[in-house]
Nanobody
Framework: QVHLVESGGGLVQPGGSLRLSCAAS????????MGWYRQAPGKERELVAD???????NYRDSVKGRFTVSRDNDKNTVYLQMNSLKPEDTAVYYC??????????WGQGTQVTVSS
């Protein structure tokens, strides 16, 4: 059982920045994808960005140019650098790990609130 532990959420003003981190409890040696989803009140959970163990990235259109996903495979950690934050980015952000043969894992979620 892999555990994902997120950190870095909080309250920030519009235009500000936050960096989220998610550490996995063990190394996954096979191909896998780690990423970030978010869920705002009354809305479905949506993919924000993800990155494969090979380094390929994927972003939803609304965050392109503002958010950057990265990972450190040696530390089993994925990051999400969020710049130029907008009120519509407010949500609970969840870390995810999945891949061929893996059951799929979720973190507990971290709240990001963008408000003046």
């Amino acid at each position: 059982q892999v555990h994902l532990v997120e950190s870095g959420g909080g309250l920030v003003q519009p235009g500000g920045s936050l960096r989220l981190s998610c550490a996995a409890s063990e190394i996954i040696f096979s191909f896998n994808v780690m990423g970030w989803y978010r869920q705002a009140p009354g809305k479905e959970r949506e993919l924000v960005a993800d990155i494969s163990s090979g380094g390929s990235t994927n972003y939803r259109d609304s965050v392109k140019g503002r958010f950057t996903v990265s990972r450190d495979n040696d530390k089993n950690t994925v990051y999400l650098q969020m710049n130029s934050l907008k009120p519509e980015d407010t949500a609970v952000y969840y870390c995810n790990l999945h891949g061929p043969g893996l059951p799929g894992y979720w973190g507990q979620g971290t709240q990001v609130t963008v408000s003046s």
